[in-house]
């Protein structure tokens, strides 16, 4: 990576390499991190929105059946509607885990002074500990926001979650229901 190239033209001691070995460590951690929440986030919206599909796959069958009772055809449009809506929260929500946290701790103004300190600068060490440190520091609280979204401590009606649960319950009862309809 060029930061070791840097830092060893610059002459700076192996403790430095391996204090940045252990920032790019700490940085590949977090990008793994985000990740696996956004991965985590697409997998209950991938999975309700199959099961939305499965369960309104199943009303329609009921409803070109012809004769649907009354209680069945109430029954099976409310899931229908909770089951949407809850689609459409749990998509909402998981959105504040997908959205993109930008962050400016390296811009190319950053990147010309690591070049500039690179030739010599005896507080190059100092410098380059500083600007990982501001690095790995926006990296957590991106991924500290994106845990939060998708698991929050407070309003936890606004939870991935919650709709996700949701969105399965009301199709299973509609699932449920048009088989009751074959049944009965």
């Given at each position: 990576m060029a930061t070791t190239h840097l830092a060893t033209a610059s002459g700076a001691s192996d403790d430095l390499k391996h204090v940045l070995d252990t920032a790019r460590d700490?940085?590949?951690?977090?990008?793994?991190?985000?990740?696996?929440?956004?991965?985590?986030?697409?997998?209950?919206?991938?999975?309700?929105?199959?099961?939305?599909?499965?369960?309104?796959?199943?009303?329609?069958?009921?409803?070109?059946?012809?004769?649907?009772p009354a209680w069945l055809t109430i029954t099976l449009v409310g899931c229908l509607i909770l089951g949407g809506l809850s689609l459409a929260l749990l998509?909402?929500?998981?959105?504040?885990?997908?959205?993109?946290?930008?962050?400016?701790?390296?811009?190319?103004?950053?990147?010309?002074?690591m070049e500039q300190a690179a030739g010599g600068d005896p507080n190059f060490a100092r410098n380059m500990i500083k600007t990982y440190r501001a690095i790995l520091d926006g990296a957590q609280q991106a991924n500290a926001a994106r845990a939060t979204a998708l698991e929050p401590t407070k309003g936890r009606?606004?939870?991935?979650?919650?709709?996700?649960?949701g969105v399965l319950f009301f199709g299973l009862i509609e699932v449920i229901a048009a088989l009751l309809s074959r049944v009965l």
């Open positions: 700490a940085l590949d951690h977090e990008f793994q991190r985000a990740e696996r929440l956004d991965a985590k986030a697409r997998g209950q919206a991938t999975l309700a929105g199959s099961w939305f599909t499965v369960a309104l796959t199943a009303s329609a069958l009921v409803f070109r059946s012809g004769n649907t998509l909402h929500a998981s959105s504040r885990v997908w959205r993109l946290q930008t962050r400016d701790e390296v811009t190319p103004a950053t990147l010309d002074a009606f606004r939870s991935p979650a919650l709709f996700w649960w």
